[in-house]
């Protein structure tokens, strides 16, 4: 006699079961519950790294807008470069690395301007002003270029003194270490806790739905204490002024789940937005910025947000 066979399932798993005969052994028996057993961890295993698969994608930040997006809120903020007549930048040799400062005060650049026509009287220099997120680009440019020579780039912005002094003192009432400060702060940002805020101009997803208030930077100390001095002053007095490295602001607008932060504009942008054309093409995308910036625009105050800091004291 011969075994006889019917398909069942256990556990889900589909398998064939032999009906017993005489002439059917309990070693088939054996072997085929062990197939089974086999078959279950496999499909345990295989649930159970699906599950984690998919945990691990919940903890992804969600990020509201790109790296890219991020620099073109710099728009609002010229550097200013020494150049040659023909525009060319100049950037200062020291071995094999080229400095190419970008100042974010006029008056230091001319200050420089001035310094290096005495030097070379030949020379003909000139200041030129770019907007932040454009002259970032073309210095990476640059960089690729130098590197194929053997040389290197460096374009460091160049605060006020005034700025990085200020920026210091309220670093330190927070407990950071001159090492810290000055290994962790390039490019000091200003802003307060809470945030200031100006009124958004683009719906919170929907047209029926309140439009987000923008959360500011500022790019200098005397920027922010002119905002602070619009603020009712009622709210005034829980305004605790805040500052930050460029490159932590930067990373915060990124990693926010909401494209909910404005650099404000600099008071030379304020000046050459009526002057160079380039400038009024540099406008910032409404979706990134508020419309109608000025300086006469009155701040809010808003609560905490996550604010943008240095490396551990």
Do not use: C
């Not at 052994?25 to 961890?41: E, F």
């Not at 009287?121 to 770019?130: C, E, G, N, R, T």
């Not at 739905?209 to 005034?236: D, E, G, H, N, T």
Request: glycine letters at 4%; proline letters at 10%; zero cysteines.
């Amino acid at each position: 006699m011969t075994a006889t066979a019917y398909r069942f399932q256990i556990w889900g798993i589909p398998v064939t079961k032999p009906v017993i005969t005489p002439a059917a052994s309990m070693r088939q028996l054996h072997q085929s519950l062990r197939i089974v057993s086999i078959k279950y961890r496999l499909n345990q295993v295989a649930k159970l790294l699906l599950v984690a698969a998919s945990l691990q994608l919940a903890v992804v930040p969600v990020q509201a807008i790109t790296e890219a997006d991020a620099l073109k809120k710099l728009a609002v903020v010229p550097v200013f470069v020494l150049t040659d007549s023909k525009g060319v930048p100049l950037p200062i040799a020291k071995d094999k690395t080229l400095v190419l400062p970008l100042y974010l005060e006029r008056a230091k650049a001319e200050a420089e301007l001035a310094i290096l026509q005495k030097a070379n009287p030949s020379l003909l220099a000139k200041l030129v002003a770019i907007p932040l997120n454009d002259m970032t680009t073309k210095v990476k440019q640059l960089q690729l270029q130098l590197k194929d020579k053997g040389r290197t780039l460096v374009a460091p912005v160049i605060s006020s003194p005034a700025d990085r002094q200020q920026a210091g003192l309220m670093l330190k009432q927070q407990g950071f270490s001159d090492k810290k400060i000055q290994e962790g702060l390039a490019v000091p940002v200003f802003f307060t806790k809470p945030f200031l805020s100006l009124a958004g101009t683009e719906p919170a997803g929907k047209a029926t739905a309140p439009a987000i208030p923008k959360l500011m930077f500022f790019m200098s100390y005397a920027s922010l204490q002119a905002a602070i001095a619009k603020v009712p002053p009622a709210k005034r007095a829980s305004l605790e002024p805040q500052v930050a490295d460029l490159s932590a602001v930067l990373r915060q607008i990124i990693q926010s789940p909401q494209d909910r932060y404005v650099i404000f504009p600099t008071a030379d942008y304020f000046q050459l937005v009526q002057k160079q054309p380039q400038f009024k093409q540099q406008r910032p995308d409404p979706k990134g910025q508020p419309q109608r910036l000025s300086p006469s625009q009155t701040p809010v105050s808003q609560p905490p947000g996550p604010a943008a800091a240095l490396p551990a004291k």
